[in-house]
């Protein structure tokens, strides 16, 4: 069973600070990562998207992934109550390229 | 540019009755699909379809089908709704597969009873 974890949180961090969000994968083969994040009672919007390991930038956003450890990361910098939502994780995981989900992460930014 | 629209946006179902959510794009994407989203579980494939003309089985495929109807139009038909069914389904598009940028519909609220 190829899965994508990650904590549901809530997880709470005052404006301003940074937002540290964590996904696991256990597909070793994994290739591509994605975050989305979703607003209550929206749909899905993609934030960004990292296919090496190391660090990717995109304004307040930095995405992290270590391959070794299996793990992808996004950062969050200069949080605002605007980034409360639940972020999403979802993982590339085989040769049709269908995207395995998360069940998210939801994060409150308290002013 | 509406992106992409499925209706209807709420449902209410008796089970055992049938309905069929609609979903158009207009970005010309040869890939779209079906997901549904239950509390906790994050988004689960239904079906998708890589092209017009081809459809495929995701994670969750019973008690659904699916047409491809032409490259804009992908519908969910439930034959015999089930409260097992009640969630929020979501329709998408893709350019090629799941590693270009996905693009979602707003949702449709189904509630079986």
């Known amino acids: 069973q190829k899965e994508v974890e990650q904590n549901s949180g809530p997880l709470s961090v005052p404006e301003g600070a940074i937002a540290s969000l964590n996904c696991t994968y256990s597909d070793r083969g994994s290739q591509s990562f994605f975050w989305y994040r979703q607003y209550s009672g929206k749909s899905p919007e993609l934030i960004m998207f990292?296919?090496s390991n190391g660090d990717k930038e995109d304004g307040r956003f930095t995405a992290q992934l270590n391959k070794a450890s299996q793990y992808v990361s996004l950062l969050i910098r200069d949080s605002q109550p605007s980034d409360s939502a639940t972020y999403l994780c979802a993982v590339i995981v085989d040769s049709n390229y269908q995207l395995i989900w998360g069940a998210g992460t939801k994060l409150i930014i308290k002013p | 540019n509406a992106g992409v629209t499925q209706t209807p946006k709420f449902q209410v179902l008796k089970t055992g009755q049938s309905m069929t959510l609609q979903c158009a794009q207009d970005m010309n994407h040869n890939s779209m699909y079906w997901y549904r989203q239950d509390p906790g579980m994050g988004l689960r494939l239904i079906y998708y379809?890589?092209?017009?003309?081809?459809?495929d089985k995701g994670e969750v495929p019973n008690g659904y089908n699916v047409s491809r109807l032409n490259k804009r139009e992908f519908s969910l038909r439930l034959e015999s709704a089930a409260p097992s069914q009640t969630s929020v389904y979501f329709c998408?598009?893709?350019?090629?597969?799941?590693?270009?940028?996905?693009?979602f519909g707003e949702g449709s609220w189904l509630t079986v009873v």
């Open positions: 990292i296919y």
């Open positions: 379809s890589a092209s017009e003309g081809t459809t």
């Open positions: 998408a598009s893709s350019e090629v597969g799941g590693g270009n940028t996905i693009y």
